[in-house]
Antibody
Framework: QVQLQQWGAGLLKPSETLSLTCAVY????????WSWIRQPPGKGLEWIGEINHSGTTNYNPSLKSRVTISVDTSKNQFSLKLDSVTAADTAVYYCARNIVTFGGVIENAFAVWGQGTMVTVSS | DIQMTQSPSTLSASVGDRVTITCRAS??????LAWYQQKPGKAPKLLIYKASSLESGVPSSFSGSGSGTEFTLTISSLQPDDFATYYCQQYNSYPLTFGGGTKVEIK
């Protein structure tokens, strides 16, 4: 059974860089896209971006200038960096995996999620 | 970006009620829509993908319908475990976007 376990710093000061890592257990890294999604306290979900095993990325244009998602296939891990954080970046950050349906069709719905990491930006 | 609008934002219902949540897309997304259930402090759980396909392990009391710009999630008989917040998400085009959520509360 596939599991995602994530970790990273939970308290940052404005202008610092957010850094989170998600490890994949029990599943092949290839054949899927691996995403980061965030949720500010009491608010809805925002997709940040995704990466596949070969390093191909897609980013949300609203964050693209500050986001880097990378992959380390040797460790079955992928990571998120978000530069120059502000209080508006305070949120629970999730890593997630998309689904592959019958016939091998990749669909960007998320069936597997990490446990979430609360990141607070405060001076 | 494709905007996803859910209604209502809050819904009060009783155990056993039939509940319907609507999600509208700002442009056609074909059937590339997912529904999630989220409980406080937990990650979202996938219920429905491709508008009407039930994710494995999800009770058959949940169903999805629609295509184009209008979609619905129906719970045929609300159970105590179903009180939660529900989100729709489009994956027709990047950036992937979510609706604002519908909180299903106990009446």
């Amino acid at each position: 059974q596939v599991q995602l376990q994530q970790w990273g710093a939970g308290l940052l000061k404005p202008s610092e860089t957010l850094s989170l890592t998600c490890a994949v257990y029990g599943a092949s890294f290839s054949g899927y896209y691996w995403s980061w999604i965030r949720q500010p306290p009491g608010k809805g979900l925002e997709w940040i971006g995704e990466i596949n095993h070969s390093g191909t990325t897609n980013y949300n244009p609203s964050l693209k200038s500050r986001v880097t998602i990378s992959v380390d296939t040797s460790k079955n891990q992928f990571s998120l960096k978000l530069d120059s954080v502000t209080a508006a970046d305070t949120a629970v950050y999730y890593c997630a995996r998309n689904i592959v349906t019958f016939g091998g069709v990749i669909e960007n719905a998320f069936a597997v999620w990490g446990q979430g990491t609360m990141v607070t930006v405060s001076s | 970006d494709i905007q996803m609008t859910q209604s209502p934002s809050t819904l009060s219902a009783s155990v056993g009620d039939r509940v319907t949540i609507t999600c509208r897309a700002s442009q056609s997304i074909s059937s590339w829509l997912a529904w999630y259930q989220q409980k406080p402090g937990k990650a979202p759980k996938l219920l429905i993908y491709k508008a009407s396909s039930l994710e494995s392990g999800v009770p058959s009391s949940f169903s999805g319908s629609g295509s184009g710009t209008e979609f619905t999630l129906t719970i045929s008989s609300l159970q105590p475990d179903d009180f939660a917040t529900y989100y729709c998400q489009q994956y027709n085009s990047y950036p992937l976007t979510f609706g604002g959520g519908t909180k299903v509360e106990i009446k």
